[in-house]
C-alpha cells in the first residue's frame, strides 16, 4: 500500500492548537523561555571560565603569540616568519637588559620599538606615548615602582642595563615619556627607547633578536615549533610555546568549565519536568487526541511530527527572550565569577556559540517533553489510546455509609482524584529543598568574621610601591611611604592605633655555636627519613644561602625594625618557641627576637642568648618566635633565600639606618567610622603607588569564594525550586482546568460560585496541609545528617555549624499565596464559559 | 462480493476470573455495498466488532479481512494507512477535531494522505448534507446534528470501502438522529459504499439490508 505522510497537515494542526489554546502556549512559550535562558546562561559561563582560563595563561606567558623564539640571527628570523604555518611574525630587538638589582625577579628587556611586539605583550604607553624622539624611554609600572621612578612624563631616569652581547653593565639617562600597567604575573617586558637611541647605545644593533610566531592552526604547537625549525635546519633555537595552548592546561580550563556545563544537565531534567507539566494540563486531550487522529488515519510518523512542530512553534518565539535574560544574567554574574578584569568579562569573552547550543537544547528539552504524551500511547491502537484515558477515570465504589456532600469532603475527593500530579509536584518540590536547605546549611556555616579575625592581622596594611608582589624586590630606598604620610594618617581621628615595618638586608655571621641548631634542623631527617635540606633542592638560592652559612658561618640576615601593631603582628599572638619576650628589655634596644618555623621540635634560628653584631652595634637575642609570613609584602633578594629574621624597635632600627624606607604599615580604625577613613586614605594615597590591603578585602575575598563554591549548587537548587513552585501552581491550575464540565456539573445542580471557590481553596490548603509536615520533616532531617555529615568531613579552620532551613521558609509564604490566588483565578477563567457550553464537552 | 471477512475473531480483556470476552468467536462476511446494522444490549461486542473491522483494535484471535486486506499481518504505519483509505469512520461523539474549521474536517483524512479532494465529489457530498454554509466555522459553533454531517461528510470524502458508523445517532434527538440516518443510508447508496452501523434504535435498523444482533460477544442471530 503506497504510504503518503504529508507532513504539512501537522504543522496546521499544532499551529491551530498554539491559537486555540493562547494561555498555555504563552505559558509554554515562557517555559521555554526559562530553558532557553538557563541553558544560555550555563554555556556562556562555562565557556567565559574557560576563556578566562586561557587568557590567564596567556597574561603568564606574556605574549599573545603562539611561540617566541629567542635568540635568533636575522636571517633565522627572516626564515621563520618565512614558514608556511605562520600567519603573522612580531620581531624584538633588544639592545640589552635592566640589571639593577632591584629588577632581580623580572627580566625587562632595553628595546628599539616594536609596535607588533607591544600590541602581543600588552606594553603599549596608556600614559604618554611610545618614544618618538631621542633618549625617550617608555616603561611598565612596576619596574616604575621597583626604581622609584615617579609618575611624572619628562622625568630624567638613570637606568643600569647591560648590554646583550654580555658587555661591561652601564648607566645611561634617559626621558620618561609613557608607562603602561603591568600584567600581574609576568615576569618578562620591555623598556622601550627609539631605533636612533638604540643605535647609538648599540651601535650596528644587536645580531639576534626574538621572534613572536602566531600560526594558522595553534594546536600541537610543540610539534609544530619542532617541525618548523626541522624545516629550517634550526635544531639549535631555543624556544617557548604559549601556555594558552598547551594541552594540560587546556585541559584544565576544560575540566573547570564543565561544571558549568553540568549546569546544563540539571536543565534538561528540570526543563523537561517544567514542559512536560504545563503539556500535562491537557494530558487526557493529547491522549484522546491521539487516539482520535490515529483512527482517521493518522501514521504515527505524523504524530511524531506534531511533537516536532509543536516544539518548534514553542521554541521560536521563546529563543530571543531567553537568549536575551540568559545574556543579561550572565554578564550580571560574570564578574562575580571571573574578578579582576577592568571591563565586564562577560562581553569581553563574548561567544556566539552558546546562544545557538543553548537554543538547540531549548529545543531539544522541549522536544522531548513535547514528546512525552505521544510516546505514552504509542505502538497502542486508537481504542487502546481511549481506554488510556478512560482508564484513569475507573474509581473503586465506596462502601460505608452515606455522606453529605460537604465543601471539606469534595475537597478532599478532589485532592485524591489527583492524587499522582500533586504527589509528583511534592517529589519536585521535595528534591530542590532538600537540596537548598543542605546547601545553604553549608554555606552559612563558613563563618566571616572567624576567617577575617584569622587572616587580616589588622584592618588595613599600606605597602610600598616596590614591595607590591611577590615578585618585586623590595626597594629599600624606595620611599613611597613618608613620613609625613605616617603623621597624617596618626592623626587620623578614625585611627585606633598604627604600625610600621621597615627592613634591611645585612651581612651577618655566626660562630659554631650560634649556627649548630640551624644546621642540625637541615641536615636532621624528618619522621619520612629526608633531610630536611633535601625539601629545598630546587631552590639554588636558598641552597647557596644555606651552605654558605654552613661552611663560613656568614649569612643574610633580615633585620626589621618594628613598632606599634606591627610589632605585635611580629610576636604572632604571643607564640613564643623559645625565651621570653620581656617589653622592657625589649625597648632598651639592646636586644632582638629571632623569627623561624613554626615549631618547637625544630629550631630555624640561633639560639637564644646568642649575640650578633650589626653596623657595629651588639644585639642579643631574647626569644624566638614563628615566622608571620604575611607581615611585609614584596620580596627579598634572592641572596636572602636563605635567611634569619630578626625584629627590633624602630628606635633602634632608626638609629643603625638613618632616613631609611618604610616597608608596610599596619593601621587599626574605629569601623565605625570606615566609610570616612577610607575616602581620606584614597585621597592621602593618590598617585604614590602605595596599595592598600584591608580588612574588607580578605572579606570580600571570602564571599568570592564562597560564591564562586556554592553558586552553582545554589542556582540549580533555585531552578529546580521554581520547577517545584510551578509545578505545585501547575497542579492547582491543570486539576481546575480539566474538570470544567464537573463544575459545569456542580453548577448545574445548585452548587454557588462562592461554594466552588470555597471548595477550591481548600482543596489547595489540604494539599499545602498534606505536603508542608513531609516537606518539613524530610528536608530538616535530610539538611542536619548531610550538614553534619559535611561538617565531620570538611576540615576548613573557619567553619561553624548553623543550621538553617532558610529555604524551606522563604518559599512557604509563596505555597501560602499560590493556593490562596490560583484556584480563585482559575476558576473565574473557567467559569466565563457558559454552562451549557461546559457541559457539551467531554471531560 | 464478500468486502469483509470475519473468521472466528475472538478479543479478550483481563485474565483470569475478571477475564471479559468482549468477542467470543465471531464469523461473518459483509457483501460489498451492502448496508448492515449491528444491534445488542450494552456490552454485547458491538463497538468491539466494529474497532476490529476498522483496524482500530488488534484482536486476541481469528483474523480480519477488509477489500482482501489481513489487518493482523499489517504493521501500525500501514494499519493507519488503511483506515485512512479504506475506511470511513462515523462515531458517537463526532471526534471533530475543534480547531479545524468544517471543511478543513472534511479534508482531514485527504490531507494526511496528501491527497487532493475531487472538488465536484465535495461539492457534491457538502450540498447533499447541508454544510455549503457551515464550510468556515468551527465544530463548536455547530450544533450536534451539523457536527455529525461533517462526520459523515468526512468519512466519505476519501471514497472509502467501507464506512463504519457507531451509533452516529447517539448524541442526538430523534429528529436530528432520523435525518442523520436517513441521509447516511442515501449518500451510501448513492455512492456504492458498504454501510455498517452500530444502534440502539431499531427504527433505524430497519433501515439495513441485514441486521445483526449481538449477544454476549457471539451472533445472537442475523435478519
Known sequence: MLQNNNLKVCRRLVWRDIKFHKGRSLLLVAAVALVCMLYTFSFSLGGMIRDGYLYTYRMMYGSDSHILFYDVNRTQAAALQEHGSVREAVTLSAIGFLSDDMMEYRSVKLAAVSDGWARATEAVPMQGRMPEKEGEIALDELTMYSLAIPHEIGTEVSLCWTPADGGPERTDTFRLCGWWDSLMGQTETCAWITADTAQRLYPGGPERVALGVTLYRPKNLEAQAQEMLTDLGLSDVSYTVSLAYNEARREFADSEAMNYYRLGGIVVLCGVLMIYNIVGISAKQNVRFYGMVKSLGMTPRQIRALAVWQAFFYCVPAMIPGWICGFALYAAAAPLVVIGMEQNPAFQFFRIWPFVVGALFALLTTLAACALPFFRVAGNSPVEAMRFVEGERRRKARRGKRRRATTMQMAFTGLARYKGQSAFAAFTLLLSLCILCGIWTQKVSFDEDKYVDGLALNDYRLEDASATTGMQRYNPESRSITPDLIRRLTEHPAVRDIGLISTMEVDLYADEEMRAPIVDTFEGKDENGVARREYMADEPDWVAGYERMRESGEYTGIVMGVSGLMLENALAGGSVIEGEFVPEKFATGAYVIAAGADSYEIRTTPPVGSRFRVAGREFEIMAAVPYEATIVSGADSRQAQFNVTYYMPMEAFDELFPGHGIRNVAVDIDRDRQEEFEAFLEQLLEGTGITVTSFDDYRWNFRNAIFHRYMIPLFVGGVMLVIGILNFCNALVSRILVRSRAFAVYESLGMSGAWLRRMLVWEGVLYLGIMLPFLTAVSAAVTWVWGRWWLAHTNRWCVTWRYSLLPLWAVLPVLLAAVAVVPVCCLRVVRREQVTDRLRRPE | ?223
Open chain 2, 1 to 223: 462480493m464478500d468486502i469483509i471477512t470475519i473468521q472466528n475473531l475472538k478479543k479478550y480483556y483481563g485474565s483470569g476470573s475478571s477475564q471479559v470476552r468482549a468477542l467470543d468467536g465471531v464469523n461473518l462476511t459483509i457483501a460489498q455495498g451492502e448496508f448492515t446494522a449491528i444491534v445488542g444490549a450494552s456490552g454485547s461486542g458491538k463497538t468491539t466488532l466494529l474497532n476490529m473491522m476498522g483496524g482500530l483494535d488488534a484482536p486476541t484471535e481469528g483474523e480480519v479481512f477488509v477489500d482482501g486486506v489481513r489487518l493482523s499481518g499489517l504493521r501500525e504505519e500501514q494499519r493507519a494507512v488503511f483506515r485512512r483509505k479504506k475506511v470511513g469512520f462515523i462515531f458517537q461523539n463526532y471526534n471533530l477535531v475543534p480547531t479545524l474549521t468544517v471543511e478543513e474536517n472534511i479534508l482531514f483524512p485527504l490531507d494526511l494522505d496528501g491527497a487532493r479532494p475531487d472538488e465536484k465529489y465535495l461539492q457534491e457530498i457538502t450540498e447533499l448534507l447541508g454544510l455549503m454554509d457551515k464550510m468556515r466555522d468551527y465544530p463548536g459553533m455547530l450544533s450536534g446534528g451539523q457536527q455529525q454531517r461533517v462526520a459523515i461528510a468526512r468519512a466519505l470524502l476519501p471514497k472509502p470501502s467501507i464506512i463504519l458508523a457507531d451509533e452516529p445517532t447517539g448524541n442526538l434527538d430523534s429528529r436530528n438522529g432520523q435525518n442523520v440516518a436517513g441521509l447516511l443510508k442515501m449518500t451510501a447508496e448513492l455512492y456504492h459504499r458498504t454501510l455498517v452501523l452500530i444502534t440502539h434504535n431499531l427504527e433505524l435498523a430497519q433501515l439495513a439490508d441485514r441486521v445483526i444482533r449481538m449477544q454476549d460477544g457471539r451472533i445472537a442471530r442475523q435478519e
